[in-house]
Nanobody, 116 residues
């Protein structure tokens, strides 16, 4: 499974951005797909994931502000980010868990910067 992320950028606090992650390859084997982020000097952390059955999981810090969704026909997952805060500033990575052995695939990061 290969992942291509896009949609990052610079936005003012309170603004919105939408990230996209296009999957290719053995997309039928994806168990879950979503987003992690890593701020400077911090560990990479889970932001949101969506399973093959449509179950979603969010970090507490983004609940109510971020929404993960998918468009199966395009093998694409979206992360709609609203009410952005400066602490959301990070490199966002698309992630997929796939196959019976639960292998991991990471996309390239996309920078999200929220100015105060």
């Amino acid at each position: 499974v290969q992942l291509q992320a896009s949609g990052g950028g610079l936005v003012q606090a309170g603004g919105s951005l939408r990230l996209s992650c296009a999957a290719s390859g053995s997309t039928f084997s994806i168990n879950a797909i979503g987003w992690y982020r890593q701020a400077p000097g911090e560990q990479r952390e889970l932001v949101a994931t969506i399973s093959s059955r449509g179950s979603t999981n969010y970090a507490d810090s983004v609940k109510g502000r971020f929404t993960i969704s998918r468009e199966n026909a395009k093998n694409t997952v979206y992360l709609q980010m609203n009410s952005l805060k400066p602490e959301d500033t990070a490199v966002y990575y698309c992630y997929a868990d796939y196959g019976v052995r639960r292998r991991s695939s990471w996309g390239q990061g996309t920078q999200v910067t929220v100015s105060s």
